[in-house]
Structures are given as structure tokens and as C-alpha cells.
């Protein structure tokens, strides 16, 4: 029997019309909407479904978005193929996702962990327009070559590598400057692509500061309980299940490189042969087959 691995996608993975029909026919993916709204204060699934694109792309729009839309595809899949759910063995989730992995796995309840996310987007959104930063995808370098870059531009201003997503794709956060001068030297180089990402600012670097406090202090009062499947953890490609180290890894997140390859990997080391992508989009697909070409993986959009 097949051992089985959900993973959970991150901030990027939305698009402007997610989650309206599985709502339309999954009961329970609406309900999920309509407590998000109480919580939120808006109607999160209208947006969701007519945008605009603008206002669903704000970090502290996107980031709920996602948790809840991923948990919508979780009660699709509970309807269509309840086995799979319950064979589910381990979780991971890219940056955002992990968040969604926990709630999924009975770490934190739906409604602490949208509480959480809230305060979370609504924090790096404000830290990210303390400082102009950006990000951007940098494919076909290798990690020695591009970081050989970052060193030579050290005098544009602060950047580095935030996300290790596979083989080949290295994301560079930092401030405009310098993430715009990297990725020149980086197509001069060779890079076969680079990709600017939809995202309001550094994420994964030191210019997200202003925001631990203030996440800190939104996890320290959310109920934490040890995991009842293995989360792979973004900051150090590791299960944890006390909920004190839980609550320490989600901080340093935020700050930290996402370890999305070594946590990929872990997960393979531990035999996972089935994974699971729930939420919209397919781009953790797309990465695992550069990470293992030959690997069974199934997307349940929304």
C-alpha cells in the first residue's frame, strides 16, 4: 500500500475565481468560508471569486485566502476519496502551507490557525512596505553560482536566497535594488528564466523583522497540539511535535529559508511513494517532479 503525503501550496498559488465551485458542491468547504468570514470580517470566498486580482493578491487577503481555499480541498477529497485521507501519513506546506498542513493534521484548529494567518499577512503586508523588496525565481543556476552573484552585489543592497524550492529553481529576496541587479547578473549568467514573483515584499529574509513580534504574539495565545501525522517543517526539514517547538519554528519562518527541496526529500527518505497536492494551483507538482521525476503525485484544485 501506497504511503501517502499531502502537501499544501503557498502564497502565489492564487487565482481570481478559486474555490467558487467546489463551494457550489462540497457543504463543507462553504461552511469553511462562511466561519472564515466571521472571523475575518469579510467575505473572503466573494473575493476569492471576483477579485479584484489586486485586492486577492495582498498579502493579507492571499494568505487566508489559501488557508482556507486548501482546507476546501481538503472536504473535496473527503467526499471523493475518504481512503486517501485517512491513509495520509505525513504533511508539508511551502512557507503559507505549512500553516494549512498543521490545522490539517489537528495541530491547531481552523479557526486559531486563520487567526494566526490573519495577523500574519496582515504583518509581513506591513513590514513589506516599511522597506521596497521583492522576490524572484531564478531557474537553470545552480545554488554555488547564484550565491557567487549575491556576494558581488552586496554593495547594491541587502538580498539573498530565501526559498531552496528544487534542482535549478532558487528564489532571491531582498530589496528591489538588489534583487533586480542579481537576477540581471544571474541571465547574463546563464539563468535559462527569471521569474518576478506576485509578492508584496522579501519574504523569508531579515526585512520581515517588524513581523516576528507580532506573529509571536498571535501564536503564543492560539491553542497548539502535537501534530497526529509528521509536518515536515520549512525552516530545518524536520517533524516537530511539541507544541512550544512548533510555535518557535513557525516564528523563525518568516524570516528563514524555506528548505522546500530538503523537506521534499525528507518525506521521499521516509518512503513516501503518494503525494497530494490539496489547493489551488499545481506548482508543488511541478517541483516535486524536478526534485524526483518519477514520483506519483495527484492535484485536487479548487
Given at each position: 500500500?501506497?504511503?501517502?503525503?499531502?502537501?499544501?501550496?503557498?502564497?502565489?498559488?492564487?487565482?481570481?475565481?478559486?474555490?467558487?465551485?467546489?463551494?457550489?458542491?462540497?457543504?463543507?468547504?462553504?461552511?469553511?468560508?462562511?466561519?472564515?468570514?466571521?472571523?475575518?470580517?469579510?467575505?473572503?470566498?466573494?473575493?476569492?471569486?471576483?477579485?479584484?486580482?489586486?485586492?486577492?493578491?495582498?498579502?493579507?487577503?492571499?494568505?487566508?485566502?489559501?488557508?482556507?481555499?486548501?482546507?476546501?480541498?481538503?472536504?473535496?477529497?473527503?467526499?471523493?476519496?475518504?481512503?486517501?485521507?485517512?491513509?495520509?501519513s505525513a504533511a508539508a506546506g511551502l512557507s503559507l502551507g505549512e500553516y494549512t498542513a498543521l490545522s490539517f493534521a489537528g495541530a491547531i484548529s481552523f479557526e486559531d490557525g486563520l487567526r494566526v494567518v490573519k495577523t500574519r499577512g496582515e504583518a509581513m503586508q506591513?513590514?513589506?512596505?516599511?522597506?521596497?523588496?521583492?522576490?524572484?525565481?531564478?531557474?537553470?543556476?545552480?545554488?554555488?553560482?547564484?550565491?557567487?552573484?549575491?556576494?558581488?552585489?552586496?554593495?547594491?543592497?541587502?538580498?539573498?536566497?530565501?526559498?531552496?524550492?528544487?534542482?535549478?529553481?532558487?528564489?532571491?529576496?531582498?530589496?528591489?535594488?538588489?534583487?533586480?541587479?542579481?537576477?540581471?547578473?544571474?541571465?547574463?549568467?546563464?539563468?535559462m528564466q527569471i521569474v518576478p514573483l506576485a509578492v508584496a515584499g522579501a519574504f523569508h529574509t531579515e526585512l520581515m523583522k517588524p513581523a516576528e513580534p507580532l506573529l509571536a504574539q498571535a501564536l503564543a495565545i492560539a491553542t497548539i497540539h502535537p501534530p497526529r501525522?509528521?509536518?515536515?517543517?520549512?525552516?530545518?526539514?524536520?517533524?516537530?511535535?511539541?507544541?512550544?517547538?512548533?510555535?518557535?519554528?513557525?516564528?523563525?519562518?518568516?524570516?528563514?529559508?524555506?528548505?522546500?527541496?530538503?523537506?521534499?526529500?525528507?518525506?521521499?527518505?521516509?518512503?513516501?511513494?503518494?503525494?497530494?497536492?490539496?489547493?489551488?494551483?499545481?506548482?508543488?507538482?511541478?517541483?516535486?517532479?524536478?526534485?524526483?521525476?518519477?514520483?506519483?503525485?495527484?492535484?485536487?484544485?479548487?
Amino acid at each position: 500500500m501506497a504511503k501517502v503525503a499531502f502537501l499544501f501550496p503557498g502564497q502565489g498559488a492564487q487565482s481570481v475565481g478559486m474555490a467558487g465551485e467546489v463551494c457550489q458542491n462540497v457543504p463543507a468547504a462553504k461552511e469553511l468560508f462562511d466561519r472564515a468570514a466571521e472571523i475575518l470580517g469579510y467575505d473572503l470566498l466573494d473575493i476569492c471569486v471576483h477579485g479584484p486580482a489586486e485586492k486577492l493578491n495582498a498579502t493579507d487577503v492571499s494568505q487566508p485566502a489559501l488557508f482556507v481555499a486548501s482546507l476546501a480541498a481538503v472536504e473535496k477529497l473527503r467526499v471523493e476519496d475518504p481512503a486517501l485521507i485517512d491513509a495520509c501519513s505525513a504533511a508539508a506546506g511551502l512557507s503559507l502551507g505549512e500553516y494549512t498542513a498543521l490545522s490539517f493534521a489537528g495541530a491547531i484548529s481552523f479557526e486559531d490557525g486563520l487567526r494566526v494567518v490573519k495577523t500574519r499577512g496582515e504583518a509581513m503586508q506591513a513590514a513589506a512596505q516599511a522597506t521596497p523588496s521583492s522576490m524572484a525565481s531564478v531557474i537553470g543556476l545552480d545554488q554555488d553560482s547564484l550565491q557567487a552573484i549575491i556576494r558581488e552585489s552586496t554593495g547594491v543592497g541587502y538580498a539573498r536566497i530565501s526559498n531552496y524550492l528544487c534542482p535549478g529553481n532558487l528564489v532571491v529576496s531582498g530589496v528591489r535594488e538588489a534583487v533586480a541587479e542579481i537576477c540581471r547578473q544571474a541571465e547574463a549568467a546563464g539563468a535559462m528564466q527569471i521569474v518576478p514573483l506576485a509578492v508584496a515584499g522579501a519574504f523569508h529574509t531579515e526585512l520581515m523583522k517588524p513581523a516576528e513580534p507580532l506573529l509571536a504574539q498571535a501564536l503564543a495565545i492560539a491553542t497548539i497540539h502535537p501534530p497526529r501525522i509528521p509536518v515536515i517543517s520549512n525552516v530545518d526539514a524536520k517533524p516537530h511535535f511539541d507544541p512550544d517547538e512548533i510555535r518557535d519554528v513557525l516564528v523563525k519562518q518568516v524570516l528563514g529559508e524555506v528548505l522546500w527541496e530538503d523537506s521534499i526529500r525528507h518525506l521521499l527518505a521516509e518512503g513516501v511513494d503518494k503525494f497530494v497536492e490539496l489547493g489551488p494551483g499545481r506548482v508543488l507538482a511541478g517541483l516535486l517532479r524536478r526534485i524526483q521525476r518519477r514520483t506519483d503525485i495527484t492535484s485536487v484544485q479548487v
